[in-house]
């Protein structure tokens, strides 16, 4: 495997804090500044997926709409799929649902039927670790198909909103956590 070209805390301090976003009291964790520099962005790719080389992973499962970013530029360093995982109403095929509880209401969220094959050895990869309900649905719908969760990916996590514990029975790996 190929040694990163950045370093996580080289990541940490290009995350811009946005107070009071989208509401009062919210810190935002904002990944643009990340995005815009191509030299730390294809640094965060490298370190999402270190523990992998082409060949070991059927497909990298995105969360809508951020892990996109991540997911899918992950799905070309490891030469495989790419899957995407929607907000309910989405996606245009045959879906599988999952509703979840979210800390000032509800979500769903969707997956196509025939986008995994039984047994795909995947990866899940977000932007974000907070509560752990949007990567628990998703987790719900790959056990639907029955996939093989290699390792679930994350940029950042909000370790005090305890979302790890929403995944047990996972393994979790954050790039930085606050």
Do not use: W
Request: aromatic share 8%.
């Amino acid at each position: 495997m190929t040694q990163a070209i950045v370093t996580v805390p080289e990541l940490a301090k290009a995350i811009r804090n946005v107070p009071d976003f989208p509401k009062l009291g919210i810190q935002f964790k904002d990944i643009t500044p990340l995005l815009a520099d191509a030299h730390l962005y294809a640094g965060s790719i490298e370190l999402l997926t270190q523990n992998y080389k082409p060949g070991s992973v059927d497909a990298i499962v995105g969360i809508d709409a951020r892990g996109f970013i991540f997911a899918a530029a992950a799905a070309l360093r490891l030469q495989c799929g790419f899957v995407p995982v929607r907000k309910k109403g989405k996606l245009p095929y045959h879906t599988f649902e999952e509703s979840y509880d979210l800390e000032y209401g509800s979500n769903t969220m969707a997956i196509h039927t025939d986008a995994l094959k039984k047994g795909s050895r995947v990866l899940l990869i977000d932007d974000l670790l907070a509560t752990g309900g949007t990567a628990a649905a998703a987790a719900n719908l790959m056990k639907q198909i029955g996939v093989e969760i290699l390792e679930m990916n994350f940029v950042i996590e909000l370790s005090f909103l305890e979302g790890r514990k929403r995944l047990e029975g996972y393994p979790v790996r954050s790039l930085i956590v606050y």
